[in-house]
C-alpha cells in the first residue's frame, strides 16, 4: 500500500495527496522503535538515525532506510519525527550543528513526541516557522504498551491545519488523536496527564503499603478492586507488577522524573504550588539517588517498602 503526503490546500480547507510519504525518526529507544515500526507497517516509507547505529540495524531488514548522520535522514524525508529523551537532547538535534533546522526545506512537517518544555516546543515552533516549516509538538502517553500496540493518546499543539495534514501519520500510533490548541498545548496537556500519574502511582502504592502491612493478600485485594471505584489504568498496568518486584521499565523512571521536573517548573511560572507533585517527585528523586534512575516508574513501590525497614 503506497501512503501519500497530504498537504492542505489553505483556501479550501481540504486535502490534497500530491506525492510518496517519507517519514524519518531519530529516538528509538522502547517507544519509538515501536512508533516506526507500526508507521512502517501502514505503508509509509521509513527512514531513521541513531547515534549508535548499532541499536537500529535490525531494521533494515524490515525495509527502514538507515543514515549515518541526522542531516542525511532529514533531508531525505518529508515529515520528520523526534522521540528522544530529556529537553537537552530536543535542543541538540533541532538546534545542533547538521541538526533538523540546519537541514529541514521548506514544506516540511518536524513534529516533536518527546514529552519536553511547553516553553522549547514554542521556540520550536517559532524558528521552525521562520524557516517555513510546520512544527507540531505531540508528546504521547501509553507507555510501551501503547506503542507497540499503536494505542498511544496522542496530545498535538501547533496549527490546526498541519495537525489535520498530520492525523494520518498519528493515526498509525494512535487511537486517541487530539488537536490540544496553539504551539506548547500539546505539552501543557502531558504536564497535566503527568502531573495525575503522579498522584494515582503514590495512591496505588500507599494502598498496597497499607494492606500489606494488615496481612491481606495484594493479588486478591487487586482483584477485588480493579472493577471498582478505585480502579484506574496506572493500577491495571502496575498494581501486579509492584506487588511482585516487577520493576522493569516501560517507562524509565529517570523519565519520570524529568516530566515532573518540568510539570513542577510550568506550574511555578504559573503561580500554582502542587504538593502531591512536589511529593511524589521527592520520593522519585530518593529512588534515583539510590541508583534505580533506569527501573521502570512502578519501583516506586520500593519507596514505601523501604520506609517499614
Known sequence: MRVF????????????????????????GIMGKSMLRNLGKKGYEMHAYARHAEKIADLESEGVILHETLAACVKAVDVMISIVGFPKDVEAVY????????????????????????????????????????????????GDTGAKNATLSILAGGEKQDFQAMRPVFEGMGTNINYMGPAGSGQHAKMANQIMIAGAMSGICEALNYAKKEGLDLDTLLAAVSTGAAGSAQLNAFGSKMVHGDFAPGFFLKHFIKDMNLADEEAGKMGLTLPVLKQVLAEYRTLEAKGMGNLGTQALFAYYADKEK
Not at 503526503?5 to 528509538?28: A, D, N, P, W
Not at 533546522?101 to 518536524?110: E, L
Open 5 to 28: 503526503l497530504g498537504q492542505v490546500l489553505r483556501k479550501k480547507e481540504e486535502f490534497h495527496m500530491t506525492e510518496l510519504l517519507k517519514i524519518g525518526f531519530v529516538g528509538t
Open 95 to 142: 538546534f545542533g550543528e547538521g541538526g533538523i533546522f540546519a537541514s529541514a526545506h521548506r514544506g516540511q512537517y518536524v513534529i516533536d513526541m518527546t514529552t519536553t518544555s511547553p516553553t522549547l516546543a514554542k521556540e520550536l515552533h517559532e524558528k521552525g516557522s521562520a524557516l517555513g516549516l510546520h512544527v507540531l509538538d505531540a508528546p504521547v502517553t501509553g
